[in-house]
Each structure stands twice: as structure tokens, then as C-alpha cells.
């Protein structure tokens, strides 16, 4: 076997759960070989640049081995190895989840609920009501 498709490749390295997932990535540009654009039917090849966005992080993989069945983790592990690049990119990606959240994502969005103005009237010691004149 000297070639393979993208999407069996993804598949059987483990990155995505079923062909179908990485198909849906494929189609949103997520995924590009030798730095093009990729479609599902794409045959990659031993030596292969295969750059990969999945939540958030890029990696870059060089495709060391071929195989279009899902094997055990460590045999699919061999199919492929990270540049160092990618993974000290990562690694600092993890760091900065590690440390903590950004601040603007924990605040909520849009009007406030019940529980919300109940916080509000009790820190305020008044309840508020949209049907009393002041």
C-alpha cells in the first residue's frame, strides 16, 4: 500500500472517533496536506505534511506509515509523528488552559433571567418590579 485516503488515514491514526467527523473537518478546510486544501478523497502518501486544527490547537503531523484500519493507540501512534513545532505549540496551549480561563468567557450573555434580578434586588435591598410606578 503507497497511498491512502485522508480521511481513512485520520480515522485509523485515532484523531477523530469516525470517518465521518473527519470528513465534516476535511469539508470546513480544517485540515490540509503538503499546506493545500484537502478533500476526504485525498490520497496522502509516506512523508506527507499534514497540518490539523482540532479545538483550538494546530498541529503538524509527517505521515510516517500508511494504514486504512483502525488499529490499537500505540500502532497508531507509529503512523505518524509530530514536528517539534507543533508540539511546543501545544504545550504552551496547555499551559495557558492550565492557568486558567479568560475572563470575558465566564460572563454571562444577553438579558437577565429571574435568578439574575432576584442577585440584583437582594444586593440592592429592594425588589424590582416592572409593574410599580416609582
Not at 485516503?5 to 478546510?29: E, M, P, Q, S, V
Not at 505549540?89 to 492557568?99: D, F, G, H, K, T
Not at 433571567?113 to 442577585?119: F, G, Q, S, V
Amino acid at each position: 500500500m503507497d497511498r491512502v485516503r485522508i480521511d481513512k488515514w485520520l480515522w485509523a491514526a485515532r484523531f477523530y472517533k469516525t470517518r465521518t467527523l473527519a470528513t465534516d473537518d476535511i469539508h470546513k478546510g480544517r485540515v490540509q496536506v503538503n499546506a493545500q486544501e484537502a478533500k476526504p478523497a485525498r490520497e496522502v502518501r509516506v512523508g506527507d505534511s499534514i497540518t490539523l486544527r482540532q479545538s483550538g490547537l494546530t498541529r503538524t503531523l509527517l505521515v510516517r506509515s500508511l494504514s486504512d484500519k483502525r488499529g490499537p493507540a500505540p500502532v497508531a501512534q507509529q503512523l505518524y509523528e509530530e514536528t517539534p513545532d507543533s508540539l511546543r505549540l501545544r504545550a504552551v496551549a496547555l499551559e495557558q488552559r492550565r492557568m486558567g480561563t479568560e475572563p470575558g468567557l465566564s460572563q454571562g450573555h444577553g438579558r437577565p433571567n429571574k435568578h439574575d434580578r432576584r442577585a440584583v434586588a437582594s444586593a440592592w435591598g429592594e425588589r424590582w418590579s416592572a409593574s410599580l410606578d416609582p
